[in-house]
C-alpha cells in the first residue's frame, strides 16, 4: 500500500531471502478446482491482471503505459508484513512487491467471514468457494493494480518526501486504479479496495485484543473504510460497508470507549 523510502527499500531487497516470482506466462486455470484451493491461484491472478492492463495499454495504442507495464515485475516476498500489503519501487529496476503474509491472511479472512453471499440478486458464482475466490481476485486485483498505477503514474515516495505530498500522491494512484478497473472490466462492484483494507482492520483487531492496547492503526484503517464507504454506489460495496465494520468490531468485543 505504500511506498517506502529508497534506504528501506534497499534494505528490504537485499535481505528478501525468500521471493517467489512466477514465469510471466503463468497463466490462471479457471476450470481447475484443485489450482483455486491452492495459495497459486491468487498469485496467478495477480499475473493475469497484470496482462490484462499490457493488453489494454497495447489495444489503447498507450506505449508508455505497455513500456512501464514491460518492465515491471510482480515479486511475492514472504519477508514483507501482513499490514505492509504491498508496494511499488523504481530503482535498478520496476517492482511491485506483494505480501505473501498478507495474501494468506486475506484468503483465510473471506474463507472465515464469507459463508454466504453479500446479496442474494448477486452472486453467479455456482459454488460457495468460486464465490470466495471471487472476492479475493477482486482485492488481488485491487492491489496489484494500485501498484502499478504508481508506476504507470511514476509517483513514488520515500522518507525525504514531504508527509504532506503524499495523500494526493495516493488520491491520483487510487482514480487511476478505479478508471483502469472501469476500463478493464473488473472489480465492478468496488469490493477490491473494501476487502483488502477490511482484512487488515481484521488483522489489527485481531493483533490489538491479544496486546489488549491501543492502536492508532485501527482507527487509521476506520477512517480510510469511510472515506471509501462514502464513494461505493455499487450494492454489494454498501451491504459490505454496513455490515462488516460493525461484525468486526462485535466479533473482536471492542467499543469505541475500550480505548
Ligand atoms: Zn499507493
New binding site residues.
Given amino acids: 500500500?505504500?511506498?517506502k523510502s529508497a534506504f528501506i527499500r534497499t534494505l528490504l531487497v537485499s535481505t528478501v531471502i525468500t521471493i517467489i516470482v512466477f514465469s510471466q506466462h503463468v497463466k490462471a486455470n479457471n476450470t481447475g478446482t484443485v489450482m483455486e484451493t491452492t495459495l497459486e491461484y491468487q498469485l496467478n491472478y495477480a499475473y493475469q491482471t497484470k496482462s490484462r492492463l499490457h493488453e489494454y495499454a497495447r489495444e489503447t495504442l498507450n506505449q508508455a503505459l505497455y513500456d512501464v507495464i514491460a518492465e515491471t515485475t510482480l515479486v511475492f516476498s514472504d519477508e514483507l508484513s501482513l499490514d505492509s500489503v504491498a508496494?511499488?519501487i523504481a530503482e535498478e529496476r520496476r517492482e511491485v512487491h506483494i505480501s505473501m503474509a498478507f495474501v494468506r491472511y486475506l484468503t483465510a479472512f473471506v474463507e472465515r467471514t464469507f459463508d454466504e453471499p453479500l446479496t442474494y440478486y448477486n452472486s453467479n458464482a455456482e459454488t460457495l468457494h468460486a464465490y470466495q475466490q471471487d472476492l479475493i481476485n477482486h482485492a488481488i486485483t485491487d492491489i496489484t493494480l494500485?501498484?502499478l498505477?504508481?508506476h504507470a503514474l511514476d509517483?513514488f515516495y520515500g522518507q525525504y518526501t514531504p508527509p504532506r505530498f503524499v495523500p494526493d500522491?495516493?488520491k491520483q494512484?487510487?482514480r487511476w486504479t478505479t478508471r483502469m478497473k472501469n476500463n478493464l472490466e473488473l472489480d465492478e462492484n468496488e469490493l477490491g479496495r473494501l476487502l483488502t483494507l477490511f482484512s487488515v482492520l481484521d488483522h489489527k483487531l485481531a493483533e490489538r485484543k491479544a496486546n489488549n492496547a491501543m492502536t492508532r492503526t485501527v482507527k487509521n484503517l476506520q477512517n480510510k473504510i469511510d472515506y471509501e464507504c462514502l464513494d461505493a454506489f455499487s450494492e454489494q460495496a454498501k451491504v459490505l460497508c454496513e455490515n462488516l465494520a460493525d461484525t468486526l468490531y462485535a466479533e473482536y468485543a471492542l467499543t469505541d470507549g475500550n480505548d
Avoid: I, P, R
Fill in positions: 500500500m505504500n511506498t508496494f511499488a494500485h501498484e498505477g504508481h509517483l500522491m495516493e494512484v487510487g
